[in-house]
Structure formats: C-alpha cells, structure tokens
C-alpha cells in the first residue's frame, strides 16, 4: 500500500481506480453551423454508432456479469433513440442553428435535470444514465471522451491541477473523486468539488503522477489521504467510515422541508450556490429555499464565442422556472483573474487578481453587460430573480451599474416585453474597500452579498490561486471577520437584507456568529444546505 497526503477539500470516502487525466481542452460549446441539415444527419449517424457500441458493451458484460448487470447498455440503447430526447436534441441544432454535440449537451442536461426532479426514485436513478448517454454520444461526435475521461467505471480523477473551465466539462456521473498535485482550498476547482459533494484533495505534491493510472485506490477526503492499493486494514476502517457518514446522510434528509431556525426562534434564509443549469437539480434535491449565487459566468467558459442575449435568455430562463418562484441571484458575469476565456482576448496582466476582472470588466465593455443585462430582465418574467454585481470597490462603479440596468429594463419595457416587476439589484462585498464603505454603499441597492473568498484574498493579500500562501490564509482571521461585521451593521442600518455566499458561509464554526451578526441568508455548495439546517437547528443563542 502506498500512501499520498493532501489537504481534503471536501469529505467522503471513495474506492475506485485511479484515472489520470493527462490535460487537454475538451468540450462540446457552441458553434453556429451553416448546415442544419447536415448537422441533423450528423447527429443521426452517432446516434446508430452508439446503439452499435451499446450493442457490443451489452454482449461484453452478458458474458462477464450476467443478464441482470448488462441490462443497463439495453436501457442506454433505448434513450439513445428515445423520441422525445431525439427530438429535443433536433430541436436545439434547428431553432439555435447549433452544433449537434452542444445539442446533445444541452438536452442531456435538461433531461438529467428532470429526472432528478421527478418523485418517482426509479425516474431519479435515469438522471445518471440519460447523461452517460449524452456523453457518449458527445464522445463520438467529437471524436474525444466528454470530460476526457474514457473509462466505462467511475473513477478517481487525478491530475496536476484543473482550470474552472476543464472542471465544468467533466462528466460528474464518471467521477468518484478528485485528487490534484497543485491547488489551492478556495480555488474554483475546490469549489466545484464541494458543490457537488465529490470527495477531493489538493496539493497531493509530485508524488501525483501518470505512473498510478489504473491502480486501485481509496480516497479519504476528510482526513486528506489517498491510498494506493489499500490493504485490508485500512479498507475495514474506511468502510467503517463510509457506513457512519451514510447514517448521518439519512439523517439529514429527514431535515428536508422544515425551517432553518434556531431553538431560539433565529431564522436564516439557506439557499445554494450554483456555476450552471446542471447544479440545479442538486440545489433542488438539497431543499434550498433558492439561489444564493448562479455564476454567470459559466455560461460563457462552456460557449466558445460570445453567447448572444438569445442564448443568455435561453438559459437564465429555465433556471427561473426550474427553481419555480423561488428566489435566484444571478451574479452578472465575473469574468478575468482565473477565469479566462479565449475569445474575451484579455490583454496581459501581471496581476490579473488585481485587474480588469468582475464588474470592471462589465464598465469596461458596456455593449456585453447590456446584452447580459437585457437577457436577465428578459428571464425575469419567468421566476422570482436578483442581479449582482461583483468585484465593487467605490460608490461611481455602483451607481453606473445600476443605472446600466435600469436603462435595460427601461429598454426592453418601451420595446413591449414582459419583465418582471420586482429585481432586486445588489452586491458583492467582496473587497475591503466595499466593506469599509459599505453604509455609503447600502442606499445605492437592495442587497448585499458577501463574497468571502475575495475578501479573505484580498484583506489578507493571500492569491487564493497560490498553493504556496495557502497556509497564510487564515479563513477565520479577525479582519475578514470584521469587515463582515460592519457590512452587516450598514446593510441592517438602510433596511437592507445581507447573506454570504463564499465559502466561509458554510464553515459550521462561524454559523453562530453570523446568526448573532444577523446575517440573514447563507448561500452554499447545495450539498452543505441541510448539514447546516441540522447545526442551526441544533443552536441556543439566548
Ligand atoms: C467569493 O469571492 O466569495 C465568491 C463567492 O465569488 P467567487 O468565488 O466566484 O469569486
Ligand atoms: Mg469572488
């Protein structure tokens, strides 16, 4: 047995081999293709490629594992050609003039997102299988693995280090856990980890390499430890730990539907973090009272040009009907620092954390936040929605944002579309500076939201990007706690509502002193909402 540290980045405990994922850019973004019916042929000719593949992995595994483990390929094989997916899929590469592997992604997807949705716990299970069988076919269309991973089984990932843009590509289903060589807690990576609730360690070190691909392994996400081959000592104790925590999971979900309330009557308002249309079934199935914090800026890192204000409605709309009234905040795109992206063709920065990045990118080019602008207003006629801005530091840059928006929604009303009658407008505080000045701040918009990862980054000068200053990031460290405090006291002095929606809005030993600072919504990975209504639930603050 040989074994790897890291820092957990999130708990869990998985048994699988290992896959290293050597890195290379993959995905199915959007194209506009000028052919549409080649395009339908196109996606015609993989769907009778994967029922042959079917075909073969169907007789592959009657022969190593019986009829009942290979009747999957036979179930696969029937939502490969399942009328309404086909349809769907036709129906995204002929309205959108779009590519088929971004068709198929798109419907997986949505369909995934149904069925998790859907009461019926047979129904929920085909949520998995409908994405195995986008994948697929996205696999063969493109010629490369979705999410470059080509394995049958799922497994554990490993690699030197993801970008949010590779992360968000990976097919989920296929993943058992992450294990990276570099890496830091609040990247984006440990971030994506944690909200879907896959067991991850970072910064394992060099010791990560090519040379465990395919080895059996066990990943303990709490305690950091990746072990290769383990032996039958070690493999007792983890199932022992596995069995634990699914008990304490059986016992969360008896928490669904009650309120997040202390014993002392404090309530807090728990909604979810989410970087796309696929986390929503997640925050769903979590029994989040809403959206916390919808990243934008997903929806340009999977396009591979400019999505248009159709496509930007397009979606910012279903996620207002899917979460079906409840409340989401779209965080207007928060694009620059470690989330680049091509075709924005960023000029060089030598301190891009610093740079043009967030909402200053947004003033910076006007004609892409009024697009964005107009595709929110657009949806928000079809859900309760919020915008936010991010990356605020002075009072100019608020009051040119908001004035960006109402000139959107002033625009679309003169044009005769529905909007909705009430959007919230908030903010980040997510510098120092917005925090210090945030009773000036607090009459200018509705909401505050914090974000604590950039405040703890740049409060205490510490690049969440650096793996090597990651021990000088001191999470509860007096300042980030202070700056919390007087955006709390202002927000509450103008009448305004306040939440948290970085990370530290989920770290238990602070949720007492947030509910005494009268933080009024936490914003979470969605699998963390109901490990947090247990603890508040659990609290006497009297
Ligand atoms: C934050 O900075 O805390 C935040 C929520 O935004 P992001 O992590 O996307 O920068
Ligand atoms: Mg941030």
Wanted: glycine share 8%.
């Amino acid at each position: 047995m040989e074994q790897l540290t890291g820092k957990g980045v999130c708990g869990g405990v998985r048994l699988g081999p290992i896959y290293y994922l050597e890195r290379r850019p993959l995905g199915a973004s959007r194209r506009r293709v000028d052919d549409v019916p080649g395009e339908l042929a196109r996606f015609q000719r993989a769907q009778a490629e994967a029922v042959a593949q079917l075909g073969h992995l169907h007789q592959e595994a009657l022969a190593k594992v019986g009829e009942a483990g290979a009747a999957l390929f036979e179930v696969h094989q029937m939502m490969v050609e399942d009328l309404d997916y086909s349809e769907a899929v036709r129906g995204v590469i002929e309205t959108q003039e779009a590519n088929a592997e971004y068709a198929v992604t798109a419907t997986g997807k949505n369909f995934a997102q149904l069925f998790a949705q859907m009461d019926d716990p047979y129904m929920n299970a085909r949520s998995a299988d409908v994405l195995d069988v986008s994948a697929r076919l996205v696999s063969i269309l493109t010629g490369q693995p979705l999410g470059g991973i080509d394995s049958e089984v799922p497994v554990i990932l490993a690699t030197d280090d993801l970008t949010p843009s590779e992360t968000v590509q990976l097919d989920e289903s296929k993943i058992l856990a992450f294990v990276t060589a570099g890496g830091s807690t609040n990247s984006h990576t440990a971030i994506l980890a944690r909200s879907l609730g896959i067991p991850a360690l970072v910064q394992v070190g060099e010791r990560l390499t090519h040379q465990w691909h395919g080895r059996r392994a066990a990943v303990d996400g709490q305690a950091g430890r990746l072990y290769i081959e383990p032996d039958e000592a070690t493999l007792t104790e983890l199932e022992a730990k596995a069995e634990a925590a699914r008990r304490h999971q059986a016992l969360l979900q008896e928490l669904k539907g009650l309120p997040s309330r202390s014993l002392d009557g404090r309530e807090v308002e728990l909604f979810a973090n989410v970087n796309g249309l696929g986390d929503l079934a997640l925050a769903l199935t979590n029994d989040a009272a809403g959206i916390g914090l919808f990243r934008t800026e997903f929806v340009f890192l999977e396009a591979d040009d400019y999505p248009d204000e159709g496509a930007q409605f397009r979606i910012y709309k279903q996620v207002a009907q899917t979460m079906a009234g409840k409340k989401v905040v779209f965080r207007t795109m928060d694009i620059g620092a470690d989330k680049q992206i091509d075709y924005f063709d960023l000029a060089h920065e030598d301190n891009p954390a610093l740079g043009l990045r967030g909402a200053r990118l947004s003033l910076d080019r006007p004609q892409l936040l009024r697009v964005q602008l107009r595709a929110l207003y657009r949806a928000s006629a079809y859900g309760a929605i919020a915008i936010m801005f991010p990356m605020i530091a002075s009072p100019w840059e608020v009051e040119a944002l908001t004035a960006a928006a109402r000139a959107a929604a002033d625009e679309l009303t003169a044009e005769g579309v529905d909007i909705g009658t009430k959007v919230e407008l908030g903010i980040m505080i997510e510098t120092p500076a917005a925090a210090l000045i945030a009773d000036q701040l607090a009459p200018l918009v509705d909401f505050f939201s914090i974000g604590s990862n950039d405040l703890t980054q740049y409060t205490l000068a510490v690049d969440r990007q650096n793996d090597a200053v990651d021990r000088f990031c001191d999470t509860h460290h007096a300042a980030v706690l202070k700056l919390i405090e007087l955006a709390a006291q202002a927000a509450h002095a103008h009448g305004r509502w306040i939440g948290i929606c970085g990370e530290l809005g989920a770290d238990p030993a602070l949720t007492e002193t947030f509910l005494r600072l009268g933080i009024d919504e936490l914003s979470v990975s969605p699998a963390k909402v109901l490990e947090l209504r247990h603890l508040i639930r659990s609290l006497d603050l009297s």
